[in-house]
């Protein structure tokens, strides 16, 4: 069992795995809900921004669903966070760095692209745009030529 405090500790380093992904959700012209990764202080999984911007969001309306609402991340939405724009039927999803403009890890093992999973197999009413701030999200993160020890790395 880790002494206390470790995990914070732990955290605090200045590792990939903590990086500032941040997500909000905007409905008319409002924010609604807005996170940032906290997977590692949780601790909890499914504790990506875009998992907790929707929480956030579904607590502040009161509503399972978010119709008319758009999702604003730093980052391409993973699997998970993809499903849970999906099914809290999110209008819209905003991102800036795509899976070419950072590490390979921030992404799954195997390349699955979420945004074709969308558009091939779930809802055509849903707007994904990607780039928005390309150059100053990815700078959030890894490049994707980093040279990063397998200890350094979070998603593999």
């Given at each position: 069992?880790?002494?206390?405090?470790a995990?914070?500790?732990?955290?605090q380093?200045?590792?990939?795995?903590?990086?500032?992904?941040?997500?909000?959700?905007?409905l008319?012209?409002?924010m609604?809900g807005?996170e940032?990764?906290?997977?590692?202080?949780?601790p909890d999984?499914?504790?990506?921004a875009?998992?907790?911007?929707?929480r956030?969001?579904c607590?502040?309306?009161?509503?399972?669903?978010?119709?008319g609402?758009?999702?604003?991340?730093?980052?391409?939405?993973?699997g998970?966070?993809?499903?849970?724009?999906i099914w809290s039927?999110?209008?819209?999803?905003?991102y800036?760095?795509?899976?070419?403009?950072?590490?390979?890890?921030?992404?799954e093992?195997?390349?699955?692209?979420?945004?074709?999973f969308i558009?091939?197999?779930?809802?055509?009413d849903?707007?994904?745009?990607?780039g928005?701030?390309?150059?100053e999200?990815a700078?959030?993160y890894s490049?994707?030529?980093?040279d990063?020890?397998?200890?350094?790395?979070a998603?593999?």
């Amino acid at each position: 069992m880790d002494a206390p405090g470790a995990r914070n500790r732990a955290h605090q380093r200045s590792e990939p795995s903590s990086s500032p992904l941040g997500s909000v959700i905007v409905l008319d012209g409002k924010m609604i809900g807005g996170e940032r990764n906290q997977t590692q202080e949780l601790p909890d999984a499914t504790a990506h921004a875009g998992m907790m911007a929707i929480r956030r969001a579904c607590e502040e309306t009161g509503e399972m669903e978010l119709r008319g609402a758009t999702l604003y991340s730093t980052l391409q939405p993973c699997g998970m966070c993809t499903m849970a724009a999906i099914w809290s039927k999110v209008r819209r999803v905003v991102y800036g760095a795509g899976r070419q403009d950072v590490h390979a890890m921030y992404f799954e093992a195997k390349h699955i692209d979420t945004l074709d999973f969308i558009t091939d197999a779930y809802r055509d009413d849903i707007e994904i745009v990607g780039g928005c701030l390309r150059n100053e999200c990815a700078a959030l993160y890894s490049p994707p030529d980093a040279d990063l020890s397998e200890e350094q790395q979070a998603n593999l």
